[in-house]
């Protein structure tokens, strides 16, 4: 049940010794989804307290190298340093992202001869004409994977939009529902958004003693929605003995942008942590937004038309040191005054703005359900 | 006329937070040439005194991605950062590696949409079927880069052996001759080998003195190897004048591999320094030269083998820490033993063996002409 996020790379543009190339990771009861991969994100997971063996699922935002040169390199050391119990069942690495991805996992490790030793599919969004400027869409010809696959590589969807949700369905589990949404920038750039499902609540044990029910499997199917007769002979049903259900969580993470299409600000509705790149700050609003990036008040602003309880700040201009880093000077350069311009639209709102830095974990707290006690 | 060697990752495999994946940067005068590029080599740049951005030449020795994988996000960034009076000169960067590696480039920019602000050109040299086993070779298919080249790369040759010298010729320009020439490996692999021209000796100023020769054109005339008229008519040869030639420094850089074929000592003989993998102690002998690599005793052999002066070894499988993280325990996972098991060979030949580490630079002096004072 316990949900966090650790940032592993928080830069724009390039790793730096300071700041990592765009990567983190959203992990559920020890299960590792990746979101992004820069260059030197495997040596980031190594200074990091999550193991990269773990990663299961991979989500790619958009094509450019920041977010895509370190995971050919991270799924080869991942094979590299499986053990036999590490990945014992087999498990296929499930990879999104957009066209043109499958593509270049396969040129990178056919050429270079890696062989995983784990199964692997890449799952393809098909981005929109209206997603970026034309120059920064890519021929049908140059994403198309031609070579034939590698041994290890499983087949994969290609995922267009559904016009009605105006959403991409990438999967559902027992536990999720993960989709993607458009987002305005230089090259299709998507943002992911996993959304768990709600949990029946607590079970009135209390009451059910009263009448005489005793611990034992009539409660696990009370619990799993089930009515139940009692020895009397009465039927009672789950809703006058569970509390209220506990709400799913969501987590939405944008790639690069300077805005979401329509359905991002639907999908992210509600959200209980947003995660937002803000390259530079106000001053530069003009040449963030002609570059597809955003500014601390563009990410607050769409923090606050849907709701989000928490906006986490990241993607930073490598101009902005880390603040134990930053030294008198130009206040400009100053990462804590990107926090005070989101800070600045959100203050009637009382949404909690992070400013991510690498290795911040963020715990996403499951929400109380209303009648909980 | 200064020449030194920068190690930016010493270890195999894959780049950890001590070792980093392959890279070295041979430095002359100023100009820059890396020799591999695994992934994080750019971060490492950023953490040595070396400009990224004076890298006039790359050479792949093979295309493992612990060799390979840095260099387009490299490239990317070299671009990003560049100021007017940078590479004012729109000088091409020229990059030399094994068949395959143009197609890499191609694709892995292309996809990822990275337009250079610099020409490139890929110069690729066809292996022969001795350097790998069969399932290392990858196919004309695999291998042919059929996209449309970038706005930015320029026509690259293709380079065969050289059957006669049984060598790769490279380029040569006023100051160098660089070859390369075939290694054993699981795929194919090469070593390249930097050779600067011999220089004239120092002239000898007294002698000039006495016989009434003065500073000025003419001794520049001598330098260059001309004869000069005397005001009395007589004519003196440079030979005279001059200390005997000063001879070039040879630098021999050898990728991953068990063995070089043949030509490897002849194009090595009198290396004044030669880099050579070590990835595993003698205790793994049998285990390293079955993936096709090399132990301190086998890179040892091949330097007494070709009378150089100097071993650097590097290229360390990553259970060697480096020398200030080693703790007590495993003697056998102390990389200094590795140094140990390289002098055993060489004991009898004063070839100074270096153990590289990450940011270690070696200075290759000049040798003095035997004349010299």
């Given at each position: 049940?316990?949900?966090?996020?650790?940032?592993?790379?928080?830069?724009?543009?390039?790793?730096?010794?300071?700041?990592?190339?765009?990567?983190?990771?959203?992990?559920?009861?020890?299960?590792?989804?990746?979101?992004?991969?820069?260059?030197?994100?495997?040596?980031?997971?190594?200074?990091?307290?999550?193991?990269?063996?773990?990663?299961?699922?991979?989500?790619?935002?958009?094509?450019?190298?920041?977010?895509?040169?370190?995971?050919?390199g991270?799924?080869?050391?991942?094979?590299?340093?499986?053990?036999?119990?590490?990945?014992?069942?087999?498990?296929?690495?499930?990879?999104?992202?957009?066209?043109?991805?499958?593509?270049?996992?396969?040129?990178?490790?056919?050429?270079?001869?890696?062989?995983?030793?784990?199964?692997?599919?890449?799952?393809e969004?098909?981005?929109?004409?209206?997603?970026?400027?034309?120059?920064?869409?890519?021929?049908?010809?140059?994403?198309?994977?031609?070579?034939?696959?590698?041994?290890?590589?499983?087949?994969?969807?290609?995922?267009?939009?559904?016009?009605?949700?105006?959403?991409?369905?990438?999967?559902?589990?027992?536990?999720?529902v993960?989709?993607?949404?458009?987002?305005?920038?230089?090259?299709?750039?998507?943002g992911?958004?996993?959304?768990?499902?709600?949990?029946?609540?607590?079970?009135?044990?209390?009451?059910?003693?009263?009448?005489?029910?005793?611990?034992?499997?009539?409660?696990?199917?009370?619990?799993?929605?089930?009515?139940?007769?009692?020895?009397?002979?009465?039927?009672?049903?789950?809703?006058?003995?569970?509390?209220?259900?506990?709400?799913?969580?969501?987590?939405?993470?944008?790639?690069?942008?300077?805005?979401?299409?329509?359905?991002?600000?639907?999908?992210?509705?509600?959200?209980?942590?947003?995660?937002?790149?803000?390259?530079?700050?106000?001053?530069?609003?003009?040449?963030?937004?002609?570059?597809?990036?955003?500014?601390?008040?563009?990410?607050?602003?769409?923090?606050?038309?849907?709701?989000?309880r928490?906006?986490?700040?990241?993607?930073?201009?490598?101009?902005?040191?880390?603040?134990?880093?930053?030294?008198?000077?130009?206040?400009?350069?100053?990462?804590?005054?990107?926090?005070?311009?989101?800070?600045?639209?959100?203050?009637d709102?009382?949404?909690?703005?992070?400013?991510?830095?690498?290795f911040?974990?963020?715990?996403?707290?499951?929400?109380?359900?209303?009648?909980?006690?």
């Open positions: 049940m316990s949900m966090d996020l650790t940032f592993l790379g928080t830069g724009s543009a390039y790793p730096s010794p300071h700041r990592g190339a765009s990567a983190l990771v959203l992990r559920n009861d020890g299960d590792c989804w990746l979101f992004d991969c820069g260059e030197g994100t495997q040596t980031q997971l190594m200074k990091s307290p999550i193991r990269a063996g773990r990663i299961s699922k991979v989500f790619i935002s958009h094509l450019h190298g920041d977010h895509l040169f370190g995971l050919p991270l799924l080869c050391t991942v094979s590299l340093n499986l053990t036999s119990d590490s990945r014992a069942d087999d498990k296929c690495v499930e990879v999104f992202g957009p066209r043109g991805l499958r593509r270049f996992l396969r040129v990178s490790l056919g050429l270079t001869g890696s062989q995983l030793l784990f199964p692997y599919a890449v799952h969004l098909e981005p929109t004409l209206d997603q970026s400027p034309e120059e920064g869409q890519l021929s049908l010809e140059m994403t198309a994977a031609n070579d034939p696959p590698l041994p290890q590589e499983r087949p994969g969807r290609n995922i267009s939009l559904d016009t009605l949700s105006d959403a991409y369905f990438l999967f559902e589990d027992d536990k999720f993960v989709k993607a949404f458009r987002l305005f920038h230089r090259v299709p750039s998507f992911f958004c996993v959304h768990e499902r709600d949990r029946p609540g607590r079970l009135k044990t209390e009451l059910l003693k009263e009448i005489g029910l005793n611990p034992g499997p009539a409660y696990g199917r009370l619990k799993a929605g089930h009515q139940v007769q009692l020895e009397n002979g009465q039927v009672i049903s789950p809703a006058e003995f569970l509390d209220e259900n506990i709400p799913g969580r969501k987590v939405c993470i944008l790639g690069d942008c300077s805005s979401a299409l329509s359905s991002g600000l639907n999908v992210c509705q509600g959200a209980d942590l947003l995660v937002h790149e803000a390259t530079l700050g106000e001053a530069h609003r003009d040449k963030a937004a002609e570059r597809g990036h955003s500014t601390p008040r563009m990410a607050a602003e769409l923090a606050r038309a849907c709701g989000a928490r906006l986490a700040l990241y993607h930073f201009s490598q101009r902005y040191k880390p603040e134990h880093l930053h030294r008198d000077g130009d206040d400009d350069d100053k990462v804590s005054e990107l926090r005070r311009q989101a800070e600045e639209v959100l203050c709102d009382s949404v909690e703005v992070i400013l991510a830095e690498d911040l974990t963020i715990d996403i707290p499951l929400r109380a359900s209303k009648s909980s006690r």
